[in-house]
């Protein structure tokens, strides 16, 4: 049917055809779709629920969980209360920085108010001494939150999908075939600490530590599954089906000091203790700034002092946000080389510089 001039706009606007959308191209179109078709995904996306195994002992309120801790991490970070994330949420497509109360930061409903409080007690509320426990309980903590975000991630994206074919627009299902690929891995991953938890058995991690001899200003906690060790060497294969090999990392200051504590499961000792040595053999200059280069391409779980970000001054903070949106085209020219051994390459920003000198 011919829409005349005069007649109402189809897109519901109101206006009459010839003063909304008579000239507009198929661009504009399609922008408009995509920007309407992410309107409430945050929101709609969500998902409540309590990853913890023992069902039997869930209560009904899933709260917001920390994937940092609040009191203990966040508060020496925190400047008034607030802190700066590098967030990949935060922007439909390019990755941004945003500023977010403490107690909001690193959030995730994942957990019953139960075992929120229950499960993670050994670092809540007792000091960090590096004990198997405490260093199992921040992976597992790590792993449950990437869980719950690849979960919600597919939720979001399969409802973008729905909202674009609404509008008459086919999308590729590639990505989302990704996010199921992943969704999986995980799943298997979390069905070995799950077990673990309930039987006590921290073996199932191992882990290096690298204790930093002042407190930092930033904090991260990850998983990633990276393509080549340091030396070159191929650890994933992303071409293939088989499930990635997961690393966690979960960097933070403590009483005094700070951690950078690396940790893997166990089954992969063969190639993360290999990983792991490579950095650790790095001079302490080059070991801070693979960091520095490699935290803001490979996660969105960056939480950085306000204090530090503003010393830095908006042509840092501009380089570091471009760096971490360049992720895609680091990891195909990655592929692309085959993997080469790290080499040092400064960043004019420091995450590692200590909190008396800001």
Not at 90 to 113: D, H, M, P, V, Y
Not at 150 to 176: C, D, P, V, W
Request: proline fraction near 4%; hydrophobic fraction near 35%.
């Amino acid at each position: 049917m011919k829409i005349g001039r005069n007649d109402p706009c189809p897109c519901g606007s109101g206006k009459k055809y010839k003063k909304c959308c008579l000239n507009k191209s198929e661009i504009q179109f399609l922008a408009e779709a995509a920007f309407d078709a992410q309107k409430n995904l945050k929101r709609d996306g969500q998902i409540k629920q309590c990853l913890h195994p023992n069902k039997d002992e869930c209560t009904d309120k899933i709260v917001k969980a920390h994937a940092i801790q609040n009191n203990r991490i966040l508060t020496k970070i925190a400047e008034n209360g607030w802190v700066k994330t590098l967030n990949g949420t935060s922007n439909l497509i390019f990755q941004s920085s945003q500023e977010q109360g403490r107690k909001i930061a690193t959030t995730f409903t994942g957990f019953c108010s139960y075992h929120d409080k229950k499960v993670f007690q050994a670092i809540e509320d007792q000091p960090f001494t590096a004990t198997a426990k405490q260093i199992f309980l921040f992976t597992y903590r790590t792993m449950a939150w990437h869980y719950h975000k690849k979960e919600e991630q597919h939720k979001r994206t399969e409802l973008f999908h729905k909202n674009m074919a609404a509008k008459g627009y086919s999308s590729s299902s590639e990505f989302i075939d990704a996010l199921v690929l992943g969704i999986n891995d995980n799943k298997v991953k979390k069905s070995l600490f799950d077990t673990a938890l309930l039987k006590d058995d921290f073996s199932l991690i191992n882990y290096c530590i690298w204790e930093i001899p002042y407190e930092i200003s930033f904090a991260v906690s990850m998983q990633y599954e990276p393509t080549f060790d340091l030396a070159g060497n191929q650890i994933n294969d992303y071409e293939h089906d088989e499930i990635l090999k997961s690393i966690y990392l979960n960097v933070f200051p403590a009483d005094g000091k700070s951690y950078c504590i690396w940790s893997w499961l166990a089954n992969d000792d063969a190639i993360f203790k290999s990983y792991t040595n490579q950095f650790m053999e790095l001079p302490l200059s080059d070991r801070k700034n693979f960091l520095n280069n490699k935290l803001p391409v490979w996660t969105d779980s960056l939480v950085i002092s306000p204090v530090l970000w503003k010393k830095w001054g908006k042509p840092v903070q501009e380089a570091l946000i471009a760096h971490a949106n360049f992720d895609k085209l680091y990891f195909a020219m990655e592929l692309e080389h085959g993997g080469q051994p790290y080499q040092y390459m400064d960043t004019p920003w420091d995450l590692f510089e200590p909190i008396q000198n800001i």
